[in-house]
């Protein structure tokens, strides 16, 4: 596939306001959810149609570096893919604002737990770290799961 090709696939999403919307998180229900539970959800960060867009690159493995097949018993069939750098614009400016507004509640978790790990306060500072620990590919991924 030629690069000007894989750049329209990769852009076929327009992305707007990402800022703004990481922006308005309720960053204290965020925390609260995770040190109640180990997790949250964030409702609404993607619209409709940038969420359509992005379940429709899944067949297009051109921009996957590659895939993992599930299947247990009782539970349906999963796979997903890890994209491949370029990420889509979207995945990647969500990416970088949410870290923005994660890393210090990972830094108190860390602190909490004794460990020594200090999670920069901009992703472009992680990622680097992470490229100069021989972590290279991007751990980003597309999920599609079906029951049987």
Not at 36 to 55: F, H, M, R, S, W
Not at 82 to 107: D, H
Not at 132 to 139: K, L, M, V, Y
Request: charged share 30%.
């Amino acid at each position: 596939m030629n690069t000007l090709m894989t750049r329209k696939l990769r852009e076929i999403i327009p992305v707007r306001d990402i800022a703004r919307r990481v922006n308005k998180l309720d960053l204290k229900r965020l925390s609260d959810d995770l040190d109640a539970q180990g997790c949250t959800v964030i409702e609404k960060l993607i619209t409709p149609e940038e969420c359509d867009a992005l379940a429709g690159l899944y067949p297009k493995d051109e921009i996957f570096r590659s895939r993992i097949a599930m299947a247990r018993p009782g539970f349906g069939r999963r796979e997903y893919k890890y994209f491949s750098y370029p990420l889509p614009s979207i995945i990647s400016q969500l990416r970088t604002f949410i870290y923005f507004r994660l890393a210090p509640i990972a830094n108190r978790w860390s602190k909490a737990m004794d460990i020594k790990m200090h999670y920069p306060k901009q992703h472009a500072d992680y990622l680097e770290r992470c490229h100069e620990a021989g972590q290279r590919d991007s751990a980003a991924i597309a999920i599609r799961a079906w029951r049987l």
